[in-house]
C-alpha cells in the first residue's frame, strides 16, 4: 500500500512539473526587462563566459544606469549589489545555450549579436519557468505530508500555480521567484525531519535555506522560524539539536560562508551588503502603518488583491490550526515576519513590479489553509461552493494580467501622470519624494497595476482610441506617448513567441515551431493531471486532513 501511495506520489509530482513548466515557459516574457533583473543576468553572463563576477570600470561607467547598483570593490573592479544566487540558477541554462549554438552552428554564434541574444533569451526563460515549477511540485508535496487527500493536494498546487502571483512571477528573473521557492524547500525538508526523523532531510532543509540568504540575504529572518519549528515539532530534542547541528547547520554555513566571500570580494567586508548608497539609504524609513496598509489593504499594492484566492486561507485558518497547528504556526510566523520586515522598507512595495513583490515568499502559507475548505466542499452549501469557485476564477484572471501585459507598460505611462500630478525633483533622494508618488500609486484605486492592465488587455483584444478610456480619465488629458509594447491602439502581448519575431523576423524559424512544441507539451501535461485527478477520485484508501 505504501508503494503503491508512493508512485502516485511520484507520478503526480511529474505531471505537474510537466504542466507547470510548460505553461510557465509558453507564457513567458516577450524580451529582457532592464532593471534589476538585466544586472543579475549580466553577473551570470560574466560567470560563463568570463569565470569572474565584476565588471571593468568601462562598462559600468558607460551605463548610467547602474551607477546606484554597482559599487567599487578592493580589487578596482565593480561589483553589483545583488545576491549571487540568482545569477547562478540561470548559469545552467546560458552554458546549455552556448553549447548548443557552437555545436549548431559552423561560424562564431556572437557574430549575429541580436541572434545570438534572442536565441539565449528563449533559453534564459526557461529557469524562472521550471523554478516556479519545482514550486508548485514542493507544494502539492507539502499538501500531502500535512495529510491533505492526494486529490486536494494535486487541486491546491493548480491552484497555487495559476491563481496567485506565481504564475506571473514565473517570468521573471528577479530574485523572489527564486528565493520564494528556496524557502519552499526549507520548509519541505523541516516537515519531512520532523515526520521522519531522518538527517538527510534536515540537511536538505539546511542547504535550502542558506541557498535562499544567497539569493536574497531577507531569507535570513525566516531561519530562526524554522529552526524552532524543527526543535518543536520533532518531539525528538536531544536528537533533532544534534541534527540542528551536523545536518542543519553544515549545509547553511557553506551558502553563508559563500554569502560572505561574496561580500569580501565586493566590499572589503564580508557584513556590509552593498545596500547603505543611493536610494537605498533611505533603509527601513517607511512608517509601520503605511507599509502595513499598503501591503495588506491598499488598492495598488494588497497582497490579497492580487491573489483574492488567499481569502480562502483565512477561511479555513482556524480548521488548519486545530488539526496541525505547529505547521500553521510555522506557516503564520513567517508571515507575519517577512510582512513586518518589509513593511517598514523604504521601497515596501518593491517596484517595479505586479503586486507586493517581497510578498510573493508568503503565498504558499497562506494558501495551505485553504485546503480545509476544499477538504469539507461536499459538506459547503451550494452558494459556498459558487462563491469560492468564483474567486478562484477571479484570481486567476486577474493572474493572466499580470502575465499577458509587459509589467512595465502601465508602470511606465502612470509615472508619466504621475510626473503631472505631483511635480518632484528626481534628483533629490528623500522619503518624501518616494511617499508622494507612492500615495497616488499605490493608494488610489485610479492608478492600481491591475485597473491599468486590464485597460491594456482591453486594447490588446479590441482595436478603438488608447486614450479614449485609461484609468485617469476622469483627472483630465496629459498628452502622452503610448506605453511601452503599444503599437498605435493596440497593446502586444508580452509573450515571447509574439515578442522574438518583432524584434527579429530571422527568429520566426525556430521560434514558431518551439512555441508548437512546448503547446504540445503543455496539452500532454494536462491530460497527466486530469488523470491524476481521477485516479486520486477513485482512490478511497488515500484519506484527507479531514477525513
Known sequence: MKSRISLMVESSALSLFIFFTSLYYLTNAGDFKIGDETAMILVARKIVDEGRIGFDED?????????????????????????????????????????????????KPEADQAS?????????????????????????????????????????????????????????????TTLNVAILGGVYGSIQYAQEGRRRWIAFSGACMGFGVLTKVTALVIIPVVVVYIIVASLRTKKSLLDLFLGFAPGLMVFLALQGWFNLVRYGSAWELGYRGGIDALGFSTPMIAGLWGLLLSP????????????????????????????????????????????????????????????????????????????????LKRVCRYLVLVLVVFSIGIQFLGVAVHPFSYIDVRGRVLDQLVPVD????????????????????????????????????????????????????????????????????????????????????????????????LALGGIMVSRVLKRAKAQPWVMGIAG
Open 426 to 521: 528626481a534628483t533629490v533622494v528623500t522619503y518624501w519624494r518616494f511617499y508622494s508618488e507612492g500615495a497616488m500609486a499605490h493608494f488610489s484605486p485610479l492608478f492600481s497595476h491591475i485597473v491599468g492592465n486590464w485597460w491594456l488587455l482591453k486594447h490588446m483584444l479590441f482595436s478603438y482610441d488608447l486614450w479614449s478610456d485609461p484609468p485617469w480619465k476622469l483627472l483630465g488629458d496629459f498628452d502622452l506617448e503610448p506605453p511601452l509594447w503599444v503599437i498605435g491602439d493596440r497593446a502586444i502581448p508580452f509573450w515571447w513567441p509574439v515578442g522574438l519575431p518583432m524584434l527579429d523576423d530571422k527568429t520566426e524559424a525556430w521560434v514558431y515551431p518551439l512555441a508548437v512544441a512546448a503547446f504540445l507539451l
Open 116 to 176: 545570438f541574444y534572442l536565441s539565449e533569451f528563449a533559453f534564459l526563460i526557461l529557469c524562472p519557468s521550471a523554478i516556479s515549477a519545482l514550486g508548485c511540485v514542493l507544494f502539492f508535496l507539502i499538501g500531502t505530508r500535512l495529510g491533505f487527500s492526494h486529490r486536494i493536494s494535486v487541486i491546491l498546487s493548480l491552484v497555487y500555480g495559476l491563481a496567485t502571483m506565481v504564475w506571473p512571477y514565473s517570468k521573471s528573473f528577479m530574485s523572489e
Open 300 to 379: 495598488g499594492k494588497s497582497f490579497f488583491v492580487y491573489a483574492p484566492v488567499t481569502l480562502l486561507g483565512l477561511i479555513g485558518l482556524r480548521s488548519f490550526l486545530m488539526h496541525r497547528r505547529k505547521e500553521a504556526l510555522l506557516g503564520l510566523g513567517i508571515s507575519v515576519i517577512f510582512v513586518l520586515f518589509h513593511a517598514q522598507w523604504w521601497s515596501w512595495a518593491g517596484d517595479w513590479a505586479w503586486g507586493p513583490r517581497f510578498l510573493l515568499v508568503i503565498t504558499p502559507y497562506t494558501l495551505l489553509s485553504c485546503g480545509m475548505v476544499f477538504e469539507r466542499w461536499g459538506n
Open 59 to 107: 562598462k559600468i561607467i558607460s551605463s548610467s544606469r547602474w551607477e546606484d547598483a554597482a559599487s567599487r570593490g578592493p580589487d578596482g573592479q565593480y561589483y553589483m549589489k545583488w545576491g549571487l544566487g540568482q545569477s547562478l540558477v540561470e548559469t545552467p541554462f546560458l552554458i546549455l545555450h552556448r553549447f548548443l549554438m557552437r555545436t549548431l552552428r559552423s561560424e
